[in-house]
């Protein structure tokens, strides 16, 4: 069950309380608060009952989480106010409960209707292969729309159209066989490069892991479509690239972020990596060149 509808389920569960405990106060009110609270509790539940696998659900049950809190909320504020208005407070959640099951209904209804809308993906149909010459395409549009993605963001990769990562660039790793992509219902949505090289700059940091070069494995270029970001592809690809450097018997895993994404720093410290601080690292044509150090220990 995902965080989403625990949460959704966690409110609802929390408006009945909410509901019982108004009756039990206002004994008099609990038609009114039954006529007022039921209907609009329905859509929800039929929501997540039904179309479990359906885009456009998912998408209303994080729009829905905003109502039932507001809701319990209205209960409970009727119920702890003695000195208020209870009519007041009554009718002013009883119109909130009312304009969430116009809203709601409909998005309820319609993904039941349109029985071809596509599924949720999901960590079962995403699979990794090493890109070939014939990928460049793809992955152009691909890093195309990761750097569109970027802009005007707070983290920002220093990537641009025309610039890094370029076609020689990517075309050279996936003849190299470096070149790994991420596949969900046989669309590219990811990709990273796996290999041994180091910037002579990582040589500053004190790696916790003293190993020979070719027991490091480095992660360059990992980028993520922006269409299925936050559905845990960026994760399962460093999974992925931490599963391949064990196979080839690497010790420790070692990337840089530039400082001007903070967002990725922090994505691979909750990923256990360890962060070794900035350093200046030299990479041709980049604007920027300081760099934060990460590394995850394999041994």
Request: hydrophobic content about 45%.
């Given at each position: 069950?995902?965080?989403?509808?625990?949460?959704?389920?966690?409110?609802a569960?929390?408006?009945?309380?909410?509901?019982?405990?108004?009756t039990i106060?206002?004994?008099?009110?609990?038609?009114?608060?039954?006529?007022?609270?039921g209907?609009?509790?329905?859509?929800?539940?039929?929501?997540l009952?039904f179309?479990k696998?359906?885009?456009?659900?998912?998408?209303?049950?994080k729009?829905?989480?905003?109502?039932?809190?507001?809701?319990?909320?209205?209960?409970?504020?009727?119920?702890?106010?003695?000195?208020g208005?209870?009519?007041?407070?009554?009718?002013?959640?009883?119109?909130?409960?009312?304009?969430?099951?116009?809203?709601t209904?409909?998005?309820?209804?319609?993904?039941?209707?349109?029985?071809?809308l596509?599924?949720?993906?999901?960590?079962?149909?995403?699979?990794?292969?090493?890109?070939?010459?014939?990928?460049l395409?793809?992955l152009?549009?691909?890093?195309?729309?990761?750097?569109?993605?970027?802009?005007g963001?707070a983290?920002?990769?220093?990537?641009?159209?025309g610039g890094?990562?370029t076609?020689?660039?990517?075309?050279?790793?996936?003849?190299?066989?470096?070149?790994?992509?991420?596949?969900?219902?046989t669309?590219?949505?990811?990709?990273?490069?796996?290999?041994?090289?180091?910037?002579?700059?990582?040589?500053?940091?004190?790696?916790?892991?003293?190993?020979?070069?070719?027991?490091?494995?480095?992660?360059?270029?990992?980028?993520?479509?922006p269409?299925?970001?936050?559905?845990?592809?960026?994760?399962?690809?460093?999974?992925?690239?931490?599963?391949?450097?064990?196979?080839?018997?690497?010790?420790?895993?070692?990337?840089?972020?530039?400082?001007?994404?903070?967002?990725?720093?922090?994505?691979?410290?909750?990923?256990?990596f360890?962060?070794?601080?900035?350093?200046v690292?030299?990479?041709?044509?980049?604007?920027?060149?300081?760099?934060?150090l990460?590394?995850?220990?394999?041994?």
């Amino acid at each position: 069950m995902t965080l989403i509808r625990k949460i959704l389920i966690f409110c609802a569960v929390a408006t009945f309380t909410a509901l019982i405990a108004c009756t039990i106060r206002h004994p008099g009110t609990w038609l009114a608060l039954l006529t007022f609270y039921g209907p609009p509790l329905i859509p929800p539940f039929i929501l997540l009952a039904f179309t479990k696998q359906n885009r456009l659900a998912t998408n209303m049950q994080k729009v829905l989480l905003i109502a039932p809190i507001g809701i319990a909320l209205g209960c409970w504020l009727m119920f702890l106010a003695p000195t208020g208005n209870p009519d007041g407070v009554l009718m002013a959640t009883a119109l909130l409960t009312v304009l969430w099951a116009i809203v709601t209904t409909p998005f309820c209804i319609i993904p039941l209707l349109l029985k071809n809308l596509p599924p949720v993906p999901t960590m079962n149909n995403l699979t990794f292969r090493k890109a070939t010459p014939f990928d460049l395409p793809t992955l152009r549009r691909l890093y195309n729309d990761v750097i569109d993605g970027m802009e005007g963001a707070a983290s920002h990769a220093q990537w641009h159209r025309g610039g890094y990562p370029t076609d020689a660039f990517l075309q050279s790793r996936a003849a190299l066989g470096e070149l790994w992509v991420a596949e969900m219902n046989t669309k590219m949505v990811g990709a990273m490069i796996l290999n041994a090289e180091c910037n002579p700059g990582y040589a500053q940091a004190d790696w916790q892991v003293k190993c020979k070069p070719h027991e490091v494995m480095a992660i360059h270029t990992l980028g993520v479509s922006p269409s299925v970001q936050g559905q845990g592809v960026g994760k399962a690809m460093v999974q992925k690239a931490i599963e391949i450097a064990r196979e080839k018997g690497c010790k420790s895993m070692r990337l840089d972020v530039i400082d001007t994404n903070p967002a990725a720093c922090d994505f691979y410290v909750r990923l256990g990596f360890i962060s070794h601080g900035m350093y200046v690292l030299d990479y041709p044509g980049a604007v920027c060149t300081n760099f934060t150090l990460c590394e995850l220990p394999l041994v």
